[in-house]
């Protein structure tokens, strides 16, 4: 089946987002506890798998707990699969932090396919999100057609990220 990635670090809206997309086929989990969760969920979504991954980077766990992540995501991405599509969050609000660099860095390294959502654009204006967009492109060497704004509590971008998950699925 087509398989869709979505990763970012904890907090940055994943929960929420994977619940937009999905509509009201499942649900995702919302606002557990940072940090409790490092597993890996999969929903099927008319087909598609959408694949959850834990987010990376939650401040106060151990150095231990965070490796225990860091391997899980690899040995993800280290299984014979083929990925249709990586979605890989970050924040509008904040500058692409050093995971988000280093999640970027290892998906282009692998030459996975991927598009960066910009999340919770509502807390910024219009203006503003186009700006960071943009500055986003250059900073992580993105096309600004492979970036999305989107906010979760508005709904904004989501139609235009579910068109792109169903062209990048379509062919299988
Ligand atoms: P996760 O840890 O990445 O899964 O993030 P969650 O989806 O649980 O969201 C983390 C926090 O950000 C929660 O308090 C959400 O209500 C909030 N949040 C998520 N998406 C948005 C959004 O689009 N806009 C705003 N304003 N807040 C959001």
Known sequence: ???VVVCGRSNVGKS?????????????KVSQKPGKTATINFYDVDGVYLVDLP???????????RKRWADLIAGYFDQDRSF???VCLV???????????????FLKER????????????????QKARNTKLRVAEDLGVDTDDIYV?????GTGIRE???RISEDTLEE
């Open 55 to 65: 987010g990376y980077g939650f401040a106060k766990v151990g150095q231990a707990e």
């Open 161 to 163: 990220l579910q068109a």
């Open 150 to 154: 989107t906010s979760s509590a508005k």
């Open 111 to 126: 030459e996975l396919p991927f598009v960066i959502a910009l999340t919770k654009a509502d807390k910024i204006s219009a």
């Open 91 to 105: 924040d509008i609000r904040h500058e692409p932090q050093k995971l988000d660099r280093e999640m970027v860095a």
């Open 16 to 28: 929420s987002l994977i619940n937009k997309l999905l509509g009201r086929k499942a649900l995702a």
């Open 1 to 3: 089946a087509p398989e």
């Open 84 to 86: 249709n599509l990586v």
